[in-house]
């Protein structure tokens, strides 16, 4: 296995415990939590492919290495958003039902 | 062993222990913790593919001020020991299968996929990525910063009580304001 396998192998892994996370909790942060750690696993796809294997993959704008690093900057910058909505959302939630569970917020099921 | 090696290997260990921390403990409070440390080991990871500068965005964001964000929200929203309902093991079962399976297909994908070689000049320096930034990806940048302007103002606002509601049990529209004319 090259070393870029290697990378790739714990950003695979990484990913499906935030995807076992997301499917198997039932509490709203520990959710937040499992799809926060599937985003740092695809910013860490986008870093390692980037720079160990940008080789003849040439941009429009020239070598590739360090846009990997805009795009993950970038993909930071919207988990931190998605991060501070989700939260004030789990806290309004919290107020009106007095619960984070999923399986308490079921209104719009009709 | 030597040290490149080494650092991969502690960073990777610490990315995947954390990870598993952060999805399988009970307390909420310690998944947190999980995740910081989580985060920790991809910044280490990061430093090993030579991206200091993103090594350090991902302690600051993620591990300062997400985790710290996250532990407010918990201390607002629900004692630390309220009991939980424990989920049926077949759902759990059914939730590790389905883990399983993604990881199986992603790595089968991966396994086959050509690579190319690494590039020829390798931009790591925190001034390209500057310079990207406000050349080449300005649109995205200017984006992100609506974008997080938003949510910062869309947060307060949701999370704010609301000042003309009135509290839970008293009837809507039936006391009247003390002062407010008859």
């Not at chain 1, 940008?54 to 846009?67: F, I």
Request: with cysteine.
């Amino acid at each position: 296995m090259s070393q870029l396998h290697w990378y790739l192998l714990v950003a695979v892994l990484l990913f499906c415990i935030g995807l076992y996370g997301l499917v198997q909790r039932r509490s709203l942060i520990a959710m937040l939590i499992a799809l926060e750690l599937m985003l740092a696993a695809i910013s860490l796809n986008v870093v390692a492919i980037t720079s160990l294997a940008g080789g003849d993959a040439e941009s429009a704008t020239g070598n590739v290495s360090s846009a990997g690093q805009v795009v993950a900057v970038i993909l930071i910058g919207v988990a931190a958003a998605e991060g501070a909505i989700a939260l004030s959302l789990f806290v309004a939630i919290q107020r009106e039902v007095q619960s984070i569970n999923v399986e308490d917020l079921s209104e719009l099921k009709g | 062993m030597n040290w490149d090696a080494f650092l991969f290997g502690s960073s990777a260990a610490l990315a995947l222990i954390g990870a598993l921390f952060a999805v399988s403990l009970k307390n909420i409070f310690h998944n947190i913790l999980g995740f910081a440390l989580a985060l920790v080991g991809v910044a280490g990871l990061f430093l090993t593919l030579g991206s200091d500068f993103l090594a350090i965005v991902l302690l600051l964001v993620y591990v300062g001020a997400l985790g710290i964000a996250m532990v407010y929200a918990v201390m607002l929203s629900q004692p630390l020991d309220t009991p939980r309902t424990p989920r049926s093991l077949p759902k759990i079962a059914g939730s590790a299968l389905l883990a399983a399976l993604v990881a199986m297909a992603l790595w089968l994908v991966i396994r086959r996929a050509h690579f190319p070689g690494p590039p020829e000049v390798l931009e790591v320096a925190p001034q390209w990525i500057g310079r990207r930034l406000l050349q080449d990806y300005v649109l995205a940048f200017e984006l992100i910063s609506v974008l997080l302007v938003v949510a910062m103002i869309g947060a307060v606002m949701v999370a704010r009580r609301d000042p003309g509601r009135r509290a839970p049990g008293t009837a809507a529209g039936t006391a009247p304001r003390p002062g407010a004319p008859r």
